[in-house]
């Protein structure tokens, strides 16, 4: 059983910068492909980066590349979610999550393992 607890999240100003963290306990953090996913009120949630076992492979939603960076260190069991120029629209509450996959993988239903969400809200 993996447990998975997000931080980091906030209040910040259009155009700001905040890191999100989420930190891996309970399994073999290494063997999971690990993404992050947010939620906006009244909307689903929606994926936003993944990023491969070793790192070498990651993906990102559309209107966030170029401005979040996901990475992962496997001795310290964390996941990372750098967003920069933050706006508006990316409000929502964030959520890492983590999926027994071989391949990086961008659909809600192939993560197993979810924590409980940071809330972000970027004011304009």
């Known amino acids: 059983q993996v447990q998975l607890v997000e931080s980091g999240g906030g209040l910040v100003q259009a155009g700001g910068s905040l890191r999100l963290s989420c930190a891996a306990s309970?399994?073999?953090?290494?063997?999971?492909?690990m993404g992050w996913f947010r939620q906006a009120p009244g909307k689903e949630r929606e994926f936003v980066a993944a990023i491969s076992w070793s790192g070498s492979r990651t993906w990102y939603l559309d209107s966030v590349k170029g401005r979040f960076t996901i990475c992962r260190d496997n001795v310290k069991n964390t996941l990372y979610l750098q967003m920069n120029s933050l706006k508006p629209e990316d409000t929502a509450v964030y959520y890492c999550?983590?999926?027994?996959?071989?391949?990086?993988?961008?659909?809600?239903?192939?993560?197993?393992?979810w924590g409980q969400g940071t809330q972000v809200t970027v004011s304009s």
């Open positions: 309970g399994g073999t953090f290494s063997r999971f492909v």
């Open positions: 999550a983590a999926a027994p996959a071989v391949e990086v993988v961008t659909r809600l239903s192939e993560y197993e393992y």
